[in-house]
C-alpha cells in the first residue's frame, strides 16, 4: 500500500518520518501460520520464542479480587492522559487476504480488532494506530512512552467506561511478534496497544519493530442500561 520515503529528522525520537499505511503500524501484526484458518490463537496456541526489548517487566497490578468482565460493546472514545492522548475515531478492523490485521486507512484513526474481546469483554481486547503521516504525528505517535502504572480508559458504545492500567512497555522486532502473548486468552480483561517503533529502514520503507502496550482492567463499572451486544462504530468523519 505505498512506501516510506526517508524522513529527513528521523534523529529526534519525536520526529515525524513519512509511512506507508501499512507499515505505520507494521503488516505483520498478526500472522498464525500459513495453511492455519484464522483465530486469536488459545494459551496452547504454538508459536516461535519471541525476541523482545523490554521498556517494563510484565507485572500485573494486583487488584482486590478479579474484575467482573462486561459484554460486548464496541470502543468508541480512546484517553491516555499521561500522553496527552483522546480520540474518538474509532474503527473496526478485520484481516486481510493473508491473515493479517488490517491497518487503520487514516491517519488518526484507531483501529480495534473486532474478531478478539471488546474492551472489557474476558480476553485481551486489541488496538491498533499509525505512528506517523506524510504531514505529522499520527494518532500513536507517544504511545511508546507509556509507563508502567499509566492509566489508558475506553468507552464504550453502551456508554460503560472502563479503565486500563499499562503493566509493560515492550518493543518487538517485526519478524518476532509476540502472536500469543498478544492474541492469547487471559484470565481477565486486558488490552493491548499497537503501532510501530524502532529504526526506520529507508532501504524497505518501514520501520523495524512494533511497540506493543500491555494494559490490565482494574475496574469493570455497571452501565445505566442493561448491556446491549454491539459492534458499531462513528464514522471518523
Not at 76 to 92: C, F, K, N, W
Not at 164 to 189: C, I, L, N, S, W
Not at 200 to 210: L, Q
Request: hydrophobic share 35%.
Amino acid at each position: 500500500m505505498g512506501r516510506h520515503t526517508s524522513p529527513d529528522r528521523r534523529s529526534d525520537s519525536s520526529a515525524v518520518a513519512v509511512t506507508a499505511v501499512y507499515a505505520g503500524i507494521g503488516v505483520a501484526l498478526l500472522t498464525v501460520g500459513l495453511g492455519q484458518a484464522f483465530a486469536p490463537p488459545p494459551p496452547s496456541f504454538e508459536v516461535s520464542a519471541p525476541g523482545s526489548v523490554r521498556t517494563a517487566e510484565p507485572s500485573v497490578p494486583a487488584v482486590a479480587g478479579e474484575p467482573a468482565a462486561l459484554g460486548r460493546s464496541a470502543p468508541m472514545t480512546l484517553t491516555a492522559p499521561s500522553i496527552g492522548l483522546r480520540t474518538s475515531h474509532m474503527v473496526e478492523l478485520g484481516l486481510s487476504h493473508d491473515r493479517r490485521l488490517e491497518a487503520p486507512k487514516e491517519w488518526e484513526d484507531v483501529g480495534w480488532y473486532s474478531g478478539g474481546a471488546a474492551p472489557g469483554q474476558k480476553g485481551p481486547a486489541v488496538l491498533a494506530g499509525h505512528l506517523d503521516s506524510p504531514t505529522g504525528p499520527a494518532v500513536f505517535h507517544q504511545l511508546g512512552k507509556l509507563r508502567d502504572q499509566d492509566t489508558v480508559s475506553i468507552e464504550r458504545a453502551d456508554g460503560a467506561v472502563v479503565d486500563f492500567t499499562v503493566y509493560a512497555v515492550e518493543r518487538h522486532a517485526k519478524h518476532d511478534f509476540p502472536t500469543e502473548e498478544v492474541y492469547g486468552d487471559t484470565e481477565r480483561p486486558e488490552l493491548r496497544l499497537i503501532t510501530c517503533g524502532g529504526g526506520f529502514d529507508a532501504s524497505t520503507g518501514h520501520y523495524t519493530d512494533n511497540i506493543v502496550v500491555f494494559a490490565a482492567l482494574v475496574e469493570a463499572p455497571g452501565t445505566s442500561e442493561a448491556p446491549e451486544v454491539t459492534t458499531a462504530v462513528p464514522d471518523p468523519g
